[in-house]
């Protein structure tokens, strides 16, 4: 564990380090979140570009720490397409159709170097697992990456919280891989971890510098990638539903937004200010209160990941679906499911 924890501190140096000339950059080409929405929360110009700071410290660490394999390469590639596309529409703004686009290609090139999801939990054959035909396996893995990579853009709408869910996020898969073994994904999710706390300080509020789509899409995009070599490496019957827990509060919450946008007949991709952080804040919580409570409910819903990937796979169903309910009930009781006019 020394080299991982090696990897951590190098990564959340690196950030840290990399995030005052980031934000210098943002505001030299003129990269700012000018607050014109009324969904937006803060109130004056705030410079993007602090996913270039997580980047360096991600791709740096990954040359130095990981093992020269074409996996690692090829999700090298990715990340790069994702920052680039992340750069041009933080600096001039991209239509959602060509943001697409790139992620399905960075998503593509992740797929053809390896990280492929091959199996589905299936507890009536003998290994709990049913293998995927080739078209399945790359449409789920393709949905399952590019879904997550947005998970983590939806949730950036308070100072600290994408920066603070993905480092969560990362740790819980982290514990996880270390239960089964797994070496190679517990020092990519260490290096994940710690490029996203290293720049957490500049992000928590009140905020210096916004990671923007640069930052919250490359997140979004390691963590996706590295819970599909997880389950790729692992054969326990609930190796799916680990990763989904992990990542619980960005998904729980997407899935909201879209159930919400549906029933009211909006389109899926519009914005709102009907999030579980709004929803929080509309109690009168600030935005620090409310950042902390979200932390508290991620760190929760990772718990309950490493619960189920350290006990019987029944009982771990079991858990996993008494929490799922229970998740939704309090996401009706809140009103998440019911979009209120501005």
Known sequence: MTENLIAFISAVIISFVMTPPARKLAIKVGALDIPKESRKIHKRAMPYFGGLAIYVAIISCMFVYMPSTSTNYHVMVGATIIVLGGIIDDMY???AKIKLLIQISAAIIAIRGGVQINFITNPLSKTGMSYLFNWLSFAITLF?????????????GLDGLASGVASIAATTLLFTAAR????????????????SL???PFNFNPAKIFMGDTGSL?????????????????????????????????????AFAIIRRYVNKKPIMEADRDHLHHKLMKFGLNQRQTVLIMYFISTLLGIVAVIIADTDPFIGLMVATLVVVAVFIFAKKAGLFVRKEQ
Request: charged share 5%.
């Open 218 to 254: 490359l997140l979004g995009y390691m963590l996706a990638v590295t819970s599909v070599l997880g389950m790729v490496k692992s054969v326990a019957v609930v190796a799916l539903a680990v990763p989904v827990f992990a990542l619980g509060l960005p998904i729980f919450d997407t």
């Open 144 to 156: 399952w990456i590019v879904g997550i990579t947005n998970t983590i853009n939806l949730i950036d």
């Open 93 to 95: 703004g991209m239509p």
């Open 180 to 195: 089964m073994g797994h070496d190679f994904i517990v020092m990519q999710c260490a290096i994940i971890a710690g490029a």
């Open 198 to 200: 290293g720049f957490l």
